[in-house]
Nanobody, 122 residues
């Protein structure tokens, strides 16, 4: 059973940093593309960054966000730096077969985690 579980969210001050984790089970990261998304209240879910099965990455939201992975732990990470209040959102990870490559579009993904809340506020 393919499952994704996000963790690491919480409250952080503006200018601070946070690292989110996406723990994968039921599949091997080398065969899937994983993308981080976020959704703020009353806004559409938007893609942030993607990592392919081979390890190549695509960025959709600028240099403050960096995706990486630990194959041994079957976990994908999102490092977030210089956070701003407008970064406040629920952050999700999603998976699809790496055959289809990276995509920042919600409709391209069938497998999703439950999301983790990130709040940037002083």
């Amino acid at each position: 059973q393919l499952q994704l579980v996000e963790s690491g969210g919480g409250l952080v001050q503006p200018g601070g940093s946070l690292r989110l984790s996406c723990a994968a089970s039921g599949f091997t990261l080398g065969s899937y593309a994983i993308t981080w998304f976020r959704q703020a209240p009353e806004k559409e879910r938007e893609g942030i960054s993607c990592i392919r099965g081979q390890g190549a990455t695509s960025n959709y939201a600028g240099s403050r966000f960096t995706i990486s992975r630990d194959i041994a732990k079957n976990t994908v990470y999102l490092q977030m730096n210089s956070l701003r209040p407008e970064d406040t959102a629920v952050y999700y990870c999603a998976a699809r077969q790496t055959l289809y490559g990276c995509s920042g579009l919600r409709r391209h993904y069938a497998y999703w985690g439950q999301g983790t809340q990130v709040t940037v506020s002083s």
